[in-house]
């Protein structure tokens, strides 16, 4: 035997290409197309199968970066197979690019991890459903602007007509059309006999071609074509597809453009710019006050909805009327209210009641949540707004059906949501500390990572329904619309302003432990810019590594990413401002609040007292009314005295203690009861001026007795007319004693927070990974392995079909395998009727079953001899 090996063949297909990686290269293309694992294959032809469907191309397609995209298409409109150099020549051009030349090895090298190209660097083949997505056709012209080969052009055109245009073109006739295309070809791909058949052309005829150049490369022409156009008739340059229809053939279209297959290819991503610089605790300060008022806005908003929230629409969601009153409430645009009722949904803090008049209100999670620490609190939420699918930016908008989408409603769901907020962070991330980045260089961004990622309304409607068609690769060209990432960026950029993430555009330090992201390297110039005043746009700083794309962090795993908001509320924490126990009472009937309040405090005063400006500090005014609110629920004017002379830090100014007093002398003087209702009072005269008060009409008064009115309304209507008139009543049980009213605080069943959708299956870990390849080895084994007949068989047969023998074949060969040790093929059908195939080494074979390890599972199991349809032993040369 010779000591020389032998190169190895180059494979012959996918499967065979897929057959020669080792693990790691296997679970690289299954990390990144994790469709190919659902469910899992049985063997490697099914695996390379399944990475050539149309459903799995298109996704993978959608994930590539835009150089790796220019990198199949230039690959779509090579030869095929096509070699390194022609695809380096389609991409850099005649002229050659030192930055596309170092690009396209790692372009290359992603398109081979995810099986989209297969072979050596001399015979590199694009999988077939991929060239027929991204290769030109009158339907769909492919996004180099390049059309048909001159073969495939010229496949409609008469022989006659071809010798023709080859004798034209300066060339001999030949015998058959085959060599005439040929020829014809080969001089349209020769640089020099090319540009001198063009230098004998009218310059009317080259500046048709120009016009054609970079495409469409369709044109119009009429029965009797202009003499300009003749020309090119005439010579090839331009070749019939259909009546009145030419097209301008590759070949010539790639001469023409110095031998580029694009008109600009973009081997390096955009560099993240900065807009602005500010210190780091500027921008912590910064973001940690925008954390507290979301804390406090998301407060208001379910205290708002204490008592029941507005009323579910038969469709679903919030009404445009309720989503105004809310955005009022707040004091905030309607959009920024959207966003803070989807980010209370998000968190599980809101959910419809579920009862026959369905409303929105708060779940028991609110109350769990109000207890805890504010930092945590923003944490909780923030988490939330990072993994959640829902949009708010998207109410107010249309769906596919033109329904207008409404706020907590269906269809707000964009599964890249997630992916999209994760991405716009980490480039924020990717800054040095302190700088803000600018918008449009981070879209940019977006655009160069994910080209064909949500293009277009149509796109958007078929991703949502899991259907893709060719028109949505091959029609989404790079260019400046405003996609569905670009709005997902926008609207994150904003949130993340909002929920305290970021200040003034830079990332926090809060907002970074969120991501997980390792501590920002300081800027270049930091240092002397420390006790600089915070700059403006002007200073653009590029990302680190801008000559090479950085790769794309996964988002975390649920585990990672409750550590990650442990962190970050760990970091917070110091920079919110501790709750108080005190207040400012002044003179003029007000309650100043410098700062947080501690929840009883700040409970109580909301019955006391109402709000009337927020900000840094709260202001709390107390009328008549509030003092009365109090009243009701159960105080008494000690209590209130009590209460404000505990809790404020100046004294209590003495025309708030007249207004308590005087309140609460008449409240309760008037008891209104159930008759349907009446009024007693022990002072007659009092229900003598209630008689005569005009505004008591409506209530259908009559005295019963000197102390007492019957009315025809019921207690509550009476209770809300007699206080509109000035009184202080109050209400009383069927045995004289006064009720108290509290505010009833309304809640859900226990209710979950929505899962978020998901773009696809999940990235498998890599226990499902390891599993999944060794079950596909040991699959592919079962059914590439040279075999051997059972029984009677002479020569070895090729595994495929699962093998039949009769049971008594299949006993003896059995018990033959477990004194030799050998390992054998087996077909098994289980209680489900499902058919597989196996390479088992039986261990013991007794009552009707045979015990054995199993390599596909890589684990002993027993399996009953009468579900084996046959066993074969494998060949010599493979044990």
Not at 154 to 159: D, K, L, V, Y
Not at 422 to 447: I, N, Q
Not at 682 to 694: F, Q, R, W
Request: with cysteine; proline share 8%; aromatic share 4%.
């Amino acid at each position: 035997m010779s000591t020389e090996e032998k190169p190895a063949a180059a494979p012959r297909s996918l499967a065979e290409a897929l057959r020669r990686r080792d693990d790691a290269s296997l679970a690289a293309l299954l990390r990144s197309r994790p469709d190919l694992i659902t469910p899992v294959p049985t063997d490697l032809t099914q695996l390379a199968t399944r990475a050539g469907t149309r459903a799995s191309v298109v996704r993978a397609l959608e994930r590539l970066d835009r150089f790796a995209l220019q990198t199949a298409e230039a690959l779509a409109v090579a030869g095929d197979p096509a070699s390194y150099g022609e695809l380096l020549g389609l991409l850099a051009g005649d002229d050659g690019d030192p930055a596309v030349a170092a690009a396209l090895p790692r372009a290359l090298g992603t398109l081979r991890e995810q099986a989209l190209v297969w072979g050596g660097d001399d015979v590199l083949r694009l999988v077939r459903t991929a060239r027929e997505l991204l290769s030109p056709s009158p339907q769909h012209p492919s996004p180099t602007g390049l059309g048909p080969s001159v073969r495939e052009a010229a496949a409609g055109m008469s022989p006659g007509r071809i010798q023709e245009v080859v004798v034209t073109a300066g060339l001999a006739s030949t015998h058959d059309s085959v060599s005439a295309v040929a020829a014809l070809s080969a001089l349209f791909g020769d640089r020099e006999r090319m540009a001198a058949l063009l230098d004998e052309a009218p310059a009317e005829s080259v500046e048709v071609l120009e016009r054609l150049l970079w495409g469409p490369p369709y044109g119009q022409v009429t029965a009797d074509p202009a003499p300009r156009l003749r020309w090119l008739l005439d010579r090839g340059l331009l070749l019939p597809t259909a009546p009145g229809t030419v097209v301008l053939p590759r070949e010539v279209a790639l001469h023409l453009r110095g031998g580029r297959a694009h008109r600009a290819t973009e081997p390096v991503p955009p560099p993240v710019e900065s807009a602005g610089t500010h210190r780091p605790q500027v921008v912590d300060a910064t973001a940690a006050g925008q954390a507290y008022t979301a804390l406090a806005t998301v407060e208001e908003l379910l205290k708002d909805w204490d008592e029941g929230g507005p009323a579910v629409l038969r469709s679903g969601g919030l009404s445009v009327r309720d989503l105004k009153r809310t955005a009022v409430a707040l004091d905030v645009p309607e959009p920024a209210a959207a966003f803070w009722v989807e980010l209370a949904y998000a968190s599980g803090l809101l959910a419809s009641d579920g009862e026959e008049d369905e409303r929105y209100a708060a779940t028991p999670a609110y109350d769990e949540w109000r207890e805890r620490p504010a930092a945590e609190r923003w944490a909780h939420l923030a988490t939330a707004w990072l993994t959640a699918t829902r949009a708010p930016g998207l109410v107010g908008g249309r769906d596919a059906k033109d329904r207008a989408l409404a706020a907590l409603g269906p269809g707000l769901d964009r599964s890249a949501a997630p992916e999209v907020r994760h991405r716009v962070l980490t480039l924020l991330a990717g800054l040095p500390e302190g700088h803000a980045a600018a918008d449009a260089s981070v879209l940019a961004r977006l655009r160069w990572e994910r080209p064909l990622r949500g293009r277009g309304g149509a796109a958007d409607r078929q991703d949502a329904a899991g259907q893709r068609t060719a028109g949505a690769v091959s029609g989404a060209a790079s260019g400046d619309g405003d996609d569905l990432r670009s709005r997902l960026a926008r609207w994150t950029l904003a949130e993340a302003e909002m929920l305290g993430v970021t200040g003034r555009g830079a990332l926090s330090t809060h907002g970074r432990a969120l991501l997980g992201a390792p501590a920002a390297a300081p800027g270049p110039r930091d240092t002397e810019r420390a006790d600089a005043a915070d700059r403006g746009p002007g200073d653009k700083l590029p990302v680190h590594h801008r000559t090479a794309p950085l790769p794309v962090p996964a988002p975390l795993s649920p585990a990672e990413q409750a550590t990650a908001s442990a962190a970050a509320a760990r970091l917070l924490a110091p920079l919110l401002p501790e709750p108080l126990d005190h207040v400012l009472l002044q003179a003029d009937l007000t309650a100043v609040a410098p700062g947080p309040l501690r929840r009883p405090l700040a409970d109580v005063l909301d019955v006391l007292a109402d709000v009337e400006s927020k900000g840094g500090a709260t202001v709390y005014r107390f009328t008549p009314g509030s003092v009365r609110r109090a009243l009701d629920a159960g105080q008494t004017a000690a209590d209130l005295h009590a209460f404000l002379a505990a809790h404020s830090r100046t004294p209590v100014p003495q025309p708030l203690a007249y207004l308590i007093d005087d309140v609460a002398r008449r409240h309760g003087h008037l008891r209104v009861g159930a008759a349907s209702a009446y009024v007693r009072c022990d002072d007659d005269a009092v229900l003598n001026e209630i008689l005569a008060d005009k505004r008591a009409a409506g209530l259908g008064l009559r005295r019963l007795a000197p102390t007492v009115l019957a009315a025809r309304t019921d207690p509550a209507g009476l209770l809300e007319g007699l206080r509109s008139m000035g009184f202080a009543p109050a209400a009383e049980s069927a045995e004289g004693d006064v009720l108290i009213t509290r505010a009833h605080a309304r809640r859900t069943a226990p209710r979950t927070a929505p899962e978020p959708v998901p773009d696809g299956p999940p990235v498998p870990d890599t226990t499902l990974l390891t599993a999944a390849i060794r079950a596909i080895r040991a699959g592919d084994l079962a059914s590439t392995a040279p075999l051997k007949a059972a029984g009677d068989g002479d020569g070895p047969v090729q595994g495929g079909e699962l093998p039949r023998t009769t049971a008594a074949e299949t006993l003896a060969t059995m018990q033959a395998a477990v004194l030799t040790g050998e390992a054998l093929w087996i077909g098994y059908v289980n209680a489900d009727g499902a058919a597989s195939q196996r390479v088992i080494a039986p261990v013991r074979v007794e009552g009707g079953f045979v015990t054995a390890y199993d390599h596909t599972a890589d684990e002993v199991r027993t399996y009953p001899l009468h579900r084996i349809t046959g066993v074969a032993e494998l060949a010599d040369e493979e044990r």
